[in-house]
């Protein structure tokens, strides 16, 4: 099992700055991503930027690259989301995932989710 815990939400004005933390407890093993989601009230989870633990490799979904940077801290086993230039429609809640998955931005590849943290970008 995974736990995880995720922190960090708020509200700020557009083109303001956020870090989102997610940290991880239980067991970890070789082969897993973890990634960022978020939801619009009424709309399914949309992947946001994802992360290959072992390799440190990522990828984001175009709406957010260049904007959003997905980073792990192995020592704290803490998953990060740095959000810069925030619009206003990035406000969400916004989830952390876990899975033994490839890189992926789909919320099936994900076993294991935390309980979300609110975001919300003013004009």
């Known amino acids: 099992q995974v736990q995880l815990v995720e922190s960090g939400g708020g509200s700020v004005q557009a083109g303001g700055s956020l870090r989102l933390s997610c940290a991880a407890s239980?067991?970890?093993?070789?082969?897993?991503?973890m990634a960022w989601f978020r939801q619009y009230p009424g709309k399914e989870r949309e992947g946001v930027a994802t992360?290959?633990?072992?390799?440190?490799?990522?990828y984001y979904t175009s709406s957010v690259r260049g904007r959003f940077t997905i980073s792990q801290d192995n020592a704290k086993n803490t998953l990060y989301l740095q959000m810069n230039s925030l619009k206003t429609e990035d406000t969400a809640m916004y989830y952390c995932?876990?899975?033994?998955?490839?890189?992926?931005?789909?919320?099936?590849?994900?076993?294991?989710w935390g309980q979300g943290t609110q975001v919300t970008v003013s004009s």
């Open positions: 995932a876990a899975g033994r998955t490839a890189l992926s931005l789909l919320s099936s590849s994900y076993s294991y």
């Open positions: 239980g067991h970890t093993y070789a082969g897993t991503s």
């Open positions: 992360i290959y633990i072992s390799s440190g490799t990522t």
